[in-house]
Every structure is written in structure tokens, then in C-alpha cells.
């Protein structure tokens, strides 16, 4: 079975070869199975039909056969073909829609696993079909020429026994026929030399008698080289083919320069044997319909390009319906080549047309048999064209009849454009309309518009209706622009910019004023000129309330100062202002040696003190008090109650309303707020809120006042705490003073007067006794030091001194408390920096601050001072290599016995001190109207100490 296939496959191999190089189309197609394919060579004919080898096998060999030509193909190859002695013409159709003549040759045989096959060759015939059709034209012609020529038709009338008569008379009749016919006729020998012409090729060419050209040759008769050459080579053609040559436009240049056009015919003249004796030729002058047909190519391309160039789609039917033109704009809207409409037939039934409703137009109501029935145009057309490759496309058809001179159509001009797309933006831009049209209507956003020209109102909103009070329109467009519209703001509106903010009040049907806030929406025309512009606005009434009152209360908190009395008087005045009321009263309840009492502050600015009864009995205001709440309450007609006649601030007034609001302080309702008004108001939310904000205002400050009470009474007993303090020291360190002294004298007397009678032990220890009451001292004047400088008793001695001669006397003094640490210190100041200061106090900062480095730099450390100026300051720094500050050690310093401890904790630096020093130091430094202060970057990473003295000059 392997074997067997292998061969099989073989022999196929072996046929594919000899396909290949087989130039005629070869094939095998399957009987059984509607012809189909199963093997193809390439070869000419294939690439002339456009088709690769995939494309076909698997198909049916019919699918490349004319339509025309398939039923006698089919009826061909099943008649059953046993040899290939039989073969048809049949016309194959191309890729490119052409039409290729081929002689097919087949015959049927049996695979293998005996399956019917056919084996099919085609042959491409088409040149030879073409030569088929030029030989039966050039029949046709012959025929017609010698139907035309007078002796041939005339030899047909006689009989044999009369040739030589017939001759005789169809020479003479040949004669006339020459010389009166229209047409140019004349003969030549086959040297091309003339034999004859009639009159009318001698009148052509300036030749007075027809004779006179026997024996000439064109070089002497004609004028354009290019043209002898030309006709020699044409009529050469001629004799030596013996073929005639019909109708052939050619031009001519004659002696005079003239160019003509002519329809020639070259006919071979033949002798008794048959052989070429000379050349027969006639033309007629075509040049008017030669110069016409070039006026109408070019009108006609001038007509094209312009109907190419035009952005509407143009198609040109006959009166059959048969589409004759179409322009490229016509190839997009239908999505049809060109090539496929000039094959259909437009507006007819093969094309369908629906209606609005999607049914199909009825033929007697297309445009086509519309126009041919009226004979008139038709214009904007509507009809949804059913594409096959697009969808269904909305078209707008014009449509218009071109007559010939007896009213008949020629043809009828068609405009067609795709309005699916303006027809859907209508559409939306109609509902769109109608939405915004409700919108507007609808809106809660003002809406008003208004024309340039003469200031009118072209529209207005019922929202903005309601905003203004007013129902009927006409009345407010009347009467907006002069009374409606606020007169100060109304230029304000007319010279507002597009899409700014914009805000303007407005005077309501009660008399009120409102503010509306919003943005301009210019319009133009198609000039571009501003023709009118519209307002989008909302109520913002309660908006620039608010804005007012928060400014006010700003306003105020900016006024506020220490007198509590006064803050409350701006905030009263504040009150009256937003709520437009006649007068506030501000109520506060307190108890005064176990008696409840009220304050009543006036926005007028007067304060009265009532007894609980007095309060009570004879204001209204007393009412609001019976309420356990802090909502505000509102009362009405108040002047016909019973305090009309006790009440001062009604009586005094003419009050008739009030409104207020307990204010909550902690859980007690102690305070009250009240507006009093000459008439019953209209009492809004905004007017509510407006109480609340006042109230809270109001709140604030009592409560600043109770704390500012509650400060100065913690601030008295911190003085007092503070001098108690420093009495102590001052009084402690006088206290120690005395016996240190007894100490210090006596240990000095012993070891001075007695030293040679102590033994080493004795003097050691007298020794650490005076070192340790030195200490002591200095921890004592220390305390004394910063004692004055708490009290302020610490007086300065400045005078105009040599800052550097001073800081480099420090440092010989601590040299050599430096070099036991084997430490360096570099000096990097000025030579002279002179100003104003206390030397000793000075001395005692940079000792200080030095005897610090020295003592937190570990051994071999550096030490750096330097100096600059900044700011009318000498600044002078001290930076040390040593342990460093954190952020929490920095912020302890320069605080009273702010030492910092170090015992303990493994570094190799002095941990002796009081925590003064640098407290002591800084308040030196302030005094002389300087600074001091410290920075590090941390652990391990040294610090630098600052301190700046001003530049005083002498």
C-alpha cells in the first residue's frame, strides 16, 4: 500500500512538471462534482486571467466561464469526451472583468481509485478571434466600397455576348461618377506616380486641368516633407500587402499651409493576372467635423471636470433609464464603482427606493419616470437608497431633462446627495432644541436674554419671573431695563465681559432688593458683530447676606481689642445693620452678692443695670427668659401687652416686634440676644441664621473676657510666685554667703600660717576644703547673678571696647586647660572689632561658652571661633568637634538649671555645673540687645554656639 502510493505520487509529480512547462492552461476537474478543481499549472494564460492556483482549486473549473458560455461547456464535458479530437470556443471572464477567447480541449479518464476525471486544456485564442473580427470588418467594408462603385454594380447588368459594349459605356459612366461625385479620387502606378484624379483633387492641390498630374509624384505637388514621407509609407503598405485600407482619418498640410482633416481609403488596383498594377484612393474633407468633434471633446472634458470637481454626485441617464456618466462624488454617496453603475439602470426597478416609512416607492413614483412622464425638473427628492454594501442612504435627488428640438428627452441629468447624516443631525438638533427648550423652561437657573440693538428683553425665564415676583412678561420686559434692573447697576450689566462673574440687584414687585449672580453668553451674527447676550443667574441674596456679615464680623475681629465692652458694642451695631432692625439688645445674667442682676447693653451704646424683679416687671425683653432654649423666638404686636407702658425701650422706640435667642454658655442660658423692630417683619431662615452667627460671635467674646479674667489672675499670682523666688535666692545666697566666708578665711589662715606643723594628709584635705568653698562660691554668685537678672536689677557698664582683644585674652586664659586636653583652637575674627558693651559681662559669656567646648570636645578635638557681620550685628560663633546636642537637648538650654546630665554615660568630658551658665549668658546677651543661640546636627557631629552683638558706631 506504501508502495503504491509512492508511486501514485510519483507519477503526479512527474504530470506537475510537465504542466509547468506546458504554456497552454492545463487542469483536472472532478466529473461527479459539479466540475471541481483538483489540479492546475501556472502559465500565461492563468496570470492573463488574474487568478492564482489557490484561488481556483477547490472551486469549479465553471466559475471562470462566461455566464453566456457555461451551458454549452457543461452539456460539452458531459457529453463524454474519449479523445481530444473535439474542442469548443468558449469565453473565459478575468479578474479585471475581461473577456479571453479559448480553444478547449478535454477528455475523460478514471484515477487510480477509480474516480471519474476529466483532463482539461485551454488555449488562448484571443488574438486569433481578433484577427477574425478586423478580416470580417474588412470584408464588410469592401463589400459596402464595391456595392458603392458605380462599374461594378453596372458590369452586373449585361451579359457575357455584351463585355465589350458594357465596357465601352462603363468607362464613361465611371467617368461621370468621378468627376461629379463630392469625394477626392486619384490613381497612381505602384512607383507612386500619378495616373489621373478628378477635378475636385486638382482644384485642391492648384492644378488647372486634371491631366496635367499624370507623371507627378507628391514631392512636386505637396509642400510638408512629414507628409510625403507619411503617405509613402501608407501606400507602400498598401501594394505590397494587396490589402485595402478603409477610412482612415488622417491630416493633411496642402501647399498654401492649410491643414485639413480626411477620411481616406487606399484601395490595390490589379491587373488581368492578379497582380498589384497601381493604387486606387479616395478621401472626403472632414475638417469641419473633425473641428467640431475636437469643440465637443473639449467642451466635454471642460463639462467633465467640472461635474468631476463638483462636490455633488452627477449621473447622466438616458431616455431608456440606462446610466451613461456618473462622477466620482456619485461613485462615494451610492458605494458603487463606476464600472458597475454604467452597467445598471438608475432609478428603475433594479435600483430599490423607499419611502419615509421604509416602503418601497412604486416605479410611477420615481424621479426617472416622474421627469419622462412631465417632462419637467424635480428638485430635493427624498428617497432611502438600499446599498448593499453600506446600509440604507438617505438621498436627496434633483433631477433635470435635457430636450432635443422636438421636445423629446436626450438624456436627464441627475444630482444626488447623502443627506442620512444631515437628515439624523436635523433631527437631533430639533429634539435637542425641543430638550433645550425644556430645560430652559424648567430650569432653576435664571435665564434672561437680551437683544443689543435697542436694549430689549428678547426672552426670560419663568425662574427668573419668580426671582423678580412678576407673572406677566410683557410688563417686565416693559419694564426691566428702566425700573426692574437696579439703575446704579445697570451699565454695570450692559459692559460685563462674556464669562465673567457678574453680580447686580434687581428691584422686586414688593419694593425689595435682590441680588442675582452669574455669566454672560455673548451671540453673533455671521458678521461676527455682537448682536445680543444672555444671563444665566441665580438668587444670591441670602449669598451676599452672609458675605456682608462675615466681612462685618472680620471687620470687626480685626477692631477687637482688650475692652470686651466695645468688641460687644461693634458686634451689636453689626446685628442692626444685617437684620435691619431699630435698635438690639444685648441681656446678661449674673449673680451679685448672692442677688441675681441683669446687664442690658443697647446697640445705642448705654448699659443699665436691672434688679431680678425690675427685670422682671417692666421689659418684654424678660420673656425670652422663660424659655429653657436657644432658639430664637419671635413676638409680635408686643405694644399692646402689658409692658407697653413700663417698658422704656418700647416706649422710647415705638417698637411693636421683637425677635431673639438665649445664648447656651457651658449648660447655663445667662445671656440673650434680642432685635426689636417700629413694625411687624417678614422673619426669614436667613434672618434666623443670621441671630445664630451674631450670637456665636457674642459667646466667643464672653468667653475671651472670662478667660482674659481667669489670665490676669493666674499672671498675678505667677508674679508674685516668681518675686517669692527670687527673694529666696537672693536671700539664701546672702545667707551662705557668711559662713563661706568663716570657711574659706580660716582653711587660707590655717595653711598660710600653720602649714610647716600639718603633716601631707592635713594640708591635702585643707587644700580640697578651699578648692571645694571656691566652687561654692561661684555657684553662689551665680545665683545671685541670675537672681538680679530675674528682678532686673542687674545694671550694664557699656563702653566702646575691642571685642577681639577681649576674646583673645579668653583664650590665653583657657590655653592651657586646652592643652590638657591636647586640643587645638583656631581663631578665624577680625583684627579689631570695636562696638559698645560691659567687658566684664562679655568675659563671662565667651568664658562661658569656651570653658563649654573645651569640656564637651573629647581629647584632640578642635575648637574654631569666627567672626562675620549681618544685619548691624558682629556675630561671633564657637564650634567645638565634640558629643553634639539632639533637637530635645537644645530646646533644654539657656533654661535656669537647664544642665544637661552626662554622668555616666561612657563620654570623656567634664560634667561639672550649675545649669546657669548659659541661662545667665543669654540673659547678657539680651541685655546688650543681641542674640545667642545654638546648632547642631547631632549626636557625635560637634555644635556651634552664636551670639551677636549690635554695631554701635563711635
Known sequence: MISDDNKRQNAKTQFQIFMEIVNDLVMIIDQTEDFKIELINNCPLLEKLGYAESDLVGNSFLKILFSEDKKKA???????????????????????????WAEIKARKFTDEDKNEKILIILKDISKQKKIEVNLRETEDRFKKITETIPEIRFWKLFNPKKYEEALQSSYEMLQMVIENIPQYIIWKDIDLSYLGCNDNYAKLIGIEHPENIIGKTDEELLLDKNQIQFNKEQERKVIESNKAVFHTDESWILRNGEKIWIDINRIPLLNSDGNVAGLLITFE??????????????????????????????????????????????????????????????????????????????????????????????????ATFKSFTNGNILLSINGTPLLKNNGEIENIIFTVEDITEKELAEKMIKASEEKYKDLLETSTIGIL???????????????????????????????LMDEIIHPDDLLKLLNSEEGKDIEFRIVTNKGKEKWLQGKRLNQYDDKDNLISFRLWLEDVTDKKMYEELILELNIN???????????????????????????????????????????????????????????????????????????????????????????????????EACYGKLILSGNDLNSLLCVLFQQNPTITNQNKLVLFLICDALEIEQRRWESQQHLEEQNRMLSEINKLKSDL????????????????????????????????????????????????????????????????????????????????????????????????????????????????????????????????????????????QKNNHYIISINDTGIGLTKKEIA?????????????????????????????????????????????????KGSTFYFSLPIEKN
Not at 470556443?89 to 478575468?94: A, N, P, Q, R, Y
Not at 436674554?449 to 406677566?472: R, T
Not at 445693620?577 to 441683669?598: A, F, R
Request: neutral net charge.
Open 74 to 100: 457543461v452539456k460539452f464535458l458531459k457529453k463524454g469526451i474519449d479523445t481530444f479530437g473535439n474542442f469548443q470556443e468558449i469565453k473565459l471572464f478575468s479578474t479585471k472583468d475581461e473577456i479571453i
Open 285 to 382: 474633407d472632414i475638417t469641419e467635423r473633425k473641428n467640431a468633434e475636437e469643440n465637443l471633446r473639449k467642451q466635454h472634458e471642460k463639462l467633465e471636470r467640472i461635474m468631476e470637481t463638483s462636490p455633488a454626485g452627477i449621473l447622466s441617464v438616458g431616455k431608456n433609464g440606462h446610466i451613461i456618466y456618473v462622477n466620482s462624488q456619485a461613485e462615494k454617496v451610492l458605494h458603487y464603482p463606476k464600472e458597475e453603475l454604467l452597467k445598471k439602470t438608475f432609478i428603475t426597478t433594479k435600483f430599490k427606493f423607499l419611502d419615509s416609512e421604509g416602503k418601497l416607492i412604486p416605479k410611477n413614483e420615481l424621479p426617472f419616470q416622474i421627469i419622462k412622464k412631465t417632462k419637467k425638473p424635480i428638485f430635493d427628492y427624498h
Open 449 to 479: 436674554e437680551i437683544e443689543l440693538e435697542n436694549n430689549s428683553v428678547s426672552y426670560i425665564n419663568p425662574k427668573l419671573l419668580e426671582f423678580i415676583g412678576y407673572q406677566d412678561v410683557d410688563y417686565v420686559n416693559k419694564k
Open 557 to 655: 475681629f480685626l477692631n477687637y481689642t482688650t475692652d470686651i465692652q466695645q468688641n460687644i458694642e461693634l458686634l451689636l451695631k453689626t446685628c442692626l445693620k444685617q437684620l435691619n432692625g431699630d435698635i438690639v439688645l444685648y441681656i446678661t445674667k449674673s449673680d451679685h452678692e448672692e442677688k441675681e442682676q441683669y446687664r442690658v447693653m443697647s446697640s445705642k451704646g448705654d448699659i443699665t443695670m436691672y434688679t431680678s424683679e425690675e427685670f422682671t416687671s417692666n421689659l418684654f425683653i424678660s420673656e425670652l427668659f422663660k424659655e429653657n432654649h436657644d432658639f430664637t423666638q419671635e413676638f409680635f404686636d408686643i405694644h399692646k401687652t402689658k409692658y407697653a407702658k413700663s417698658d422704656r425701650y418700647i416706649i422710647e422706640n415705638g417698637i
Open 729 to 868: 535666692f537672693s536671700r539664701t545666697s546672702h545667707e551662705l554667703k557668711t559662713p563661706l566666708i568663716s570657711i574659706k578665711g580660716f582653711t587660707e589662715l590655717l595653711l598660710k600660717l600653720h602649714s610647716n606643723k600639718l603633716d601631707s594628709d592635713v594640708i591635702s584635705i585643707l587644700e580640697e576644703i578651699k578648692s571645694g568653698s571656691k566652687r561654692l562660691e561661684d555657684y553662689i554668685n551665680a545665683l545671685v547673678e541670675s537672681s538680679q537678672l530675674d528682678q532686673g536689677l542687674l545694671k550694664l557698664k557699656k563702653k566702646r571696647e575691642n571685642l577681639t582683644f577681649l576674646i583673645k585674652y579668653c583664650i590665653k586664659q583657657l590655653q592651657g586647660m586646652a592643652k590638657l586636653r591636647e586640643q587645638k583652637v583656631k581663631l578665624n575674627i577680625k583684627n579689631n572689632i570695636y562696638t559698645n558693651f560691659d567687658k566684664e559681662k562679655i568675659y563671662e559669656v565667651i568664658t562661658n561658652l569656651l570653658i563649654n567646648a573645651i569640656k564637651y570636645t573629647p581629647i584632640g578635638g578642635t575648637i574654631t571661633i569666627d567672626s562675620h
Open 892 to 940: 533644654q538650654l539657656f533654661t535656669q538649671f537647664g544642665k544637661i546630665e552626662r554622668y555616666g554615660q561612657g563620654w570623656d568630658v567634664g560634667i561639672e555645673g550649675t545649669g546657669l551658665g548659659l541661662y545667665i549668658s543669654k540673659e547678657l546677651i539680651n541685655l546688650h540687645d543681641g542674640i545667642i543661640w545654638v546648632e547642631s546636627e547631632g549626636r557625635n
